[in-house]
Structures are given as structure tokens and as C-alpha cells.
């Protein structure tokens, strides 16, 4: 009787040749896809698999969870790793091993696998997480193991299996789309002295074909989560999707990033995140509105550790769990709304209130109505330099 594997699915080319590969090593392969909001065809990636020789698919519907389990709280911790990546990939795929798991448990399978590379990040995250929920799994990563050294290789492997795949030479990028974001590597964007072809973006317009009018949003937060945009009620599914397609009509979300892989590498990646880029900047915003010095300079070392723990897929431990409940202590006082304008490419913030606002205009201002006792600064300042004066 075949041993049963888990492969994570994407229906992409490396986990397409992945599943014939198996097959060839005696498993009996169970593809799990999950659905993370990439707007993905799920019966061709059915097709595809099967053509591969899966013996089951299994489509995870995660978006629901990966919104709030995963997007929101990296958002509440303002996490962008290097400050131009927005993790989208990374946090998906804690949760995508979380699923590997549940459904091996279900399916007697005492193996997982993966597609990624050896050189990648993917791989760290899908292993340490697999491990962290279950160490009697065993990972098979099948591209670390095969003789097929480029993606060309992998192509005409594909093409001798009869495997139909979207890769072509032209457009060999290699592209994870979800929810939170777009990630594109490989082909021509390896040079990083080229400048990437538009055709490399998929949500994002030119900034030369954007509207020449501003937009302006207003959206509105209750304890660190995005609720409402111009005053309408949405879900998290339907809010992050809306500012996308608003953020891309205006080009906003873009970075072409030369990355520090964990593995040690630098690697160049294209990211796309209109919504994530815009949420961030407001949800910042508002933070420093309502949020008190010290503890604003001290979540801003958080967020550069959680962004870190979240690149690095340590997910599930005991720090992420520890900084989780900091960052929720501090969210308890980011409500309000901020307005932002959204022109060419760029995203302002323009206005923000909150019932919490420690912003106090009799103490700021410099007109009419000014509480400011002016003659303290004498002595708070001769206290403040006394260790720097020359004696």
C-alpha cells in the first residue's frame, strides 16, 4: 500500500512536477490548495493535478481565518519586513501548514511536502511550522531532492508528463498571489539593474495611467482593526479587496526590494500591496494620535522583531505569542478614523481623530487659547543638558 503525502498545492509548476515526482517515489499524493484569496481557477488547478496523478484534492476555503488570525494581527504590529515588504506570503503560510497538518491527521498520512527551493524562505516557514504543530510529520521537499536544476528543466519535465502548465519562457516569473499581497521573483527581474516590465505587475496600474485626480478615503479602526471605509461597514475579506482595487487604479503599494533572504542570500523581489501599504499608513497614523511616546518608540522595536519572527516562520512560539498580547494591550486605544489621499502612486495622510486622542490643542497651539506655560522650558531644559555641559 502507497504512503499517503500531503502536498501543499499551488498548481503552479514547481508543485505540479512535484506530484508526478512523488507518485514516481511510490506516494499515494493528496494535494491540499488553500485558498488565501488569490482569485485562483480551481478547477483547472484540479485538472492539473490530476493529469499530475494526485489520487485527491482537497480545496481549504482559509480566507475568513487568514484575515483574522493572520493579516490582522500583523497589521496591529505594523509589520513590514526591510519596510517595503508586507509579508503577504509569509504569513499565509503558517496557516497553510497549520491545514497540512490537520488534514494528514485526518487522512492517516505521516508525511507532508512542499514545493519550495532549497535557496528560498517558504521552505523554513512550511517546516518550522509543520514541526512546531507536529514533529512526527515527516517534510518531503521534493525540488531540494530531484535532478532538475532550473525551471527550464522543470518545464520540459512537465511537458514529457503531459502536465499543462502557465510557465513560459518569455514569462517565466514566479508569482504568489493572496489577499494581502503580490509577490514576483525569477526571469528577468534577477538582474537588478533592469527595471521590471509592467507585464511583471498584476494589480497595479503605471503610475502614468493612474487617474490625475486624488482619492480620498476615510477609514475607520476599532482596536487596531480596519472596520469601515467612508462610513461603509465591511467584512475583512470585502475591505482588503476593496482598497486593493482602489490602491491599484492609483498605483499605490508597489516595491522592488533587493531582499536578505533568511537563508543568507540577497534576492531581488517585486512586491504589489495596495491594501496593506494604505492600512499601514493609517493605522500608524492613528497610533501616533492616540498612543503615548514611549510606548510608540518601543512598539516601533516591536514591529522590526515581529516582522523578523514573521520572515524567518517562527510563527508558532513562545515570543510571537508574548508580543501578541503587548501589541493587543495597545490596541486597545487605536480607535478612530483617518483620512487619506491617494494620488500617483502615493499615499497621504491628511486628517485623524479619535475619543482617545492624546493630542491636546491648547497645549500645541501657538494662537488664541495657548495653556502652554512657556517659562518651565528654562528649567526642564537646564536639567535636561546638565550631563553634556562643560565644567
Known sequence: MAKKVILAYSGGLDTSVAVKWLKEKGFDVICYLADVGQGQNFQVAKKRAKAAGASKMIIGNLK????????????????????????ATAISRPL????????AH?????????????????????????????SELEVIAPVREWNLPTREAEMRYAKLHKIPVDVTKKKPYSI?????GVSIESGELEDPWLEPKESAYQMTKPVGKSPNKPCYLRICFQKGIPKKINGKSLDGIKLINKLNEIGGKYSVGRSDLIEDRLVGIKSRELYEAPAANILLEAHKALEGLVLDRETLYFKEIVALRYSRL?????????LKEAIDRFVDYTQGFVEGAVNVKLLKGNISVVGRKSPNSLYKKELATYGKGDKFD???????????GLPYKKH
Open 96 to 103: 497553510i501548514a497549520k491545514k497540512l497538518v490537520e488534514v
Open 64 to 87: 475568513k481565518e487568514f484575515v483574522e488570525e493572520f493579516i490582522w494581527p500583523s497589521l496591529k504590529a505594523n509589520a513590514a519586513y526591510e519596510s517595503k515588504y508586507f509579508l
Open 106 to 134: 485526518k487522512e492517516g498520512a505521516k508525511f507532508v511536502a512542499h514545493g519550495c527551493t532549497g535557496k528560498g524562505n517558504d521552505q523554513v516557514r512550511f517546516e518550522v511550522s509543520v514541526g512546531a504543530l507536529d
Open 310 to 318: 514573521i520572515y524567518d516562520g517562527l510563527w508558532y512560539t513562545p
Open 374 to 384: 512657556q517659562s518651565l522650558a528654562k528649567g526642564f531644559i537646564e536639567l535636561w
Open 176 to 180: 504568489d498571489k493572496n489577499l494581502w
